[in-house]
């Protein structure tokens, strides 16, 4: 028997992506499919979720979520089961899909992810799923509306991805919500006199779980539970750790097109080409960063000020100018080359440790010239006199 699960989230990969959420909910559905789980997502529909539909149909009309009325849309995107909640006034818009463009947060981020959680324990009833998943404070009011809501009792499960966002707001958000008066308590979405989604999802979610086992333990502590760890404790026996994994098809080293140099278990090393590929890389690169400093506008100087003198480049460095005859250099044209600078004290202690052929080796990269340098530019111990002891047993000293 197959077991079918509603998922809910604020983003899913490759569609809408921020962090790591968007690669969990993108890489479960398939993950799942293998253990005989049957996994449909809801998420906002963004202009970025409706253009990928494909098929697209509209499932649900509403008038009465929170924030005013809003579509359900159904099809297939990037090989995932998905819906849509269609509300342009809350997601059609530019900037990060949480802030606005200055970087601030939307202000009405409060009716934008309740209508969200509302649409999900609709949905949930709507195709009879099994079983109710949420993701982070975005969908923590669904299980709230879950647990509030007439017919049968449909259990949830709510992810914590980070703690910190807690998604917090004032409380008089609470009367456009659309849950009974009893919700806002201690025991219910009620957190330091505002309305807390995250707070909501701990409370009302049949099971937690969190990214790793080590993080589970973490938000128990003070340091660590961000003002929810009295919360969590009382729910320690419905906690759960579980490492996040990852789409081993997506990173794949072996053929990511993002990568200068590819390569795999059974070929780690990549080619002379990949290599060479790689260093240009790194070159171009550098050459741009050099290339916006230059650009940089110098500052405004005043009247009177001279502009500081650009230095020569490195071909024209330790050169002299042409008809200076000063004592001591060489002329220019002569043939005769200027003294060499003398290298740094780690490159002569390089070089008298290594010799010449070593130093040279070094500077291409040589593996084992490399750890004979390190130990070279070791800074020396201070001068302290050496104890040894003599056939006879007492101890000696002397200094070096």
Wanted: hydrophobic fraction near 40%; aromatic fraction near 6%; glycine fraction near 12%.
């Amino acid at each position: 028997m197959t077991l079918r699960v509603l998922a809910v989230a604020s983003e899913i990969y490759p569609l809408v992506k921020t962090g790591g959420l968007a690669d969990v909910v993108g890489a479960l559905p398939s993950a799942l499919a293998a253990c005989g789980i049957a996994v449909v997502t809801l998420v906002p529909g963004y202009p970025a979720v409706t253009d990928a539909l494909e098929g697209a149909s509209e499932i649900a009309a509403w008038t009465d979520l929170p924030g005013g009325p809003a579509r359900l849309l159904g099809g297939r995107a990037a090989g995932l089961e998905l819906f849509a909640l269609d509300a342009p006034r809350f997601f059609d818009r530019p900037g990060n899909p949480y802030l606005a463009p200055d970087g601030t947060d939307w202000p009405d981020n409060g009716l934008r992810f309740a209508a969200l959680g509302a649409a999900a324990a609709r949905l949930a009833r709507l195709l009879a799923v099994d079983a109710v998943h949420a993701h982070d404070w975005q969908a923590g009011l669904a299980p709230a509306y879950l647990r509030h809501a007439e017919g049968r009792a449909i259990p949830s499960l709510f992810t914590v991805h980070n703690l910190a966002f807690q998604g917090r707001f004032e409380a008089d958000l609470f009367p456009l919500l659309g849950l009974p008066p009893s919700a806002f308590a201690i025991d219910g979405v009620e957190f330091h006199g505002g309305v807390g989604f995250l707070k909501a999802g701990l409370w009302y979610a049949d099971v937690l779980s969190t990214v790793s086992p080590a993080y589970a333990e973490e938000i128990l502590t003070p340091e660590g539970g961000m003002g929810l760890e009295g919360l969590l404790r009382g729910r320690a026996e419905s906690l759960f750790g579980i490492r996040n994994g990852l789409d081993v098809e997506e990173w794949n080293p072996a053929t990511d097109p993002h990568l200068a140099a590819r390569f795999s278990a059974d070929d780690p090393w990549p080619t002379r080409r990949q290599r060479r590929c790689a260093a240009r890389t790194v070159r171009s690169r550098t050459q741009r960063v050099r290339a916006m400093l230059r650009l940089r506008r110098p500052p405004d100087l005043a009247e009177g000020d001279r502009p500081r003198a650009r230095r020569p480049a490195r071909s024209a460095r330790g050169r002299r100018p042409a008809g200076d005859s000063r004592p001591g250099r060489p002329r220019a044209g002569s043939g005769l080359r200027g003294r060499r600078r003398r290298p740094s004290r780690p490159g002569r202690r390089v070089r008298r440790l290594l010799g010449a052929t070593g130093a040279a080796r070094l500077r291409r990269g040589g593996c084992r010239a490399r750890p004979l340098a390190l130990r070279a530019l070791r800074p020396r111990p201070a001068h302290r006199p050496t104890l040894w002891s003599n056939p006879r047993g007492r101890a000696r000293g002397r200094a070096r």
